[in-house]
């Protein structure tokens, strides 16, 4: 059974961090290609934080992210990590993993809820 189960979502304050985790299960982690999305109300989901398959060599992120979030992958444990550094109010979303490989499956968590208020 296909799990991807995310972790480390709350309430911060501006400014502050927070490190979510989405532990996956169920297929082989190494051979996918992984991603952090995130959606706000009455938003459209968007896509935050990428790693490549493997070794995780090649990252990207959205312009609204760079240079304060940081995507990783740990194999050994098939987690994949967000660290998020200066969160702004507007970084408040959902946010959700994503495992995608293009020959064998596409899979999303369940999301986790990141609140950035005073």
């Known amino acids: 059974q296909v799990q991807l189960v995310e972790s480390g979502g709350g309430l911060v304050q501006p400014g502050g961090s927070l490190r979510l985790s989405c532990e996956a299960s169920?297929?082989?982690?190494?051979?996918?290609?992984l991603s952090w999305y995130r959606q706000a109300p009455g938003k459209e989901r968007e896509r935050v934080a990428a790693?490549?398959?493997?070794?995780?060599?090649?990252?990207n992120y959205a312009d609204s992210v760079k240079g304060r979030f940081t995507i990783s992958r740990d194999n050994a444990k098939n987690t994949v990590y967000l660290q998020m550094n200066s969160l702004k109010p507007e970084d408040t979303a959902v946010y959700y993993c994503?495992?995608?490989?293009?020959?064998?499956?596409?899979?999303w968590g369940q999301g986790t809820q990141v609140t950035v208020s005073s």
């Open positions: 169920g297929f082989p982690f190494t051979y996918y290609r």
């Open positions: 790693i490549s398959e493997h070794g995780g060599r090649n990252t």
């Open positions: 994503r495992a995608v490989s293009e020959d064998a499956g596409d899979y």
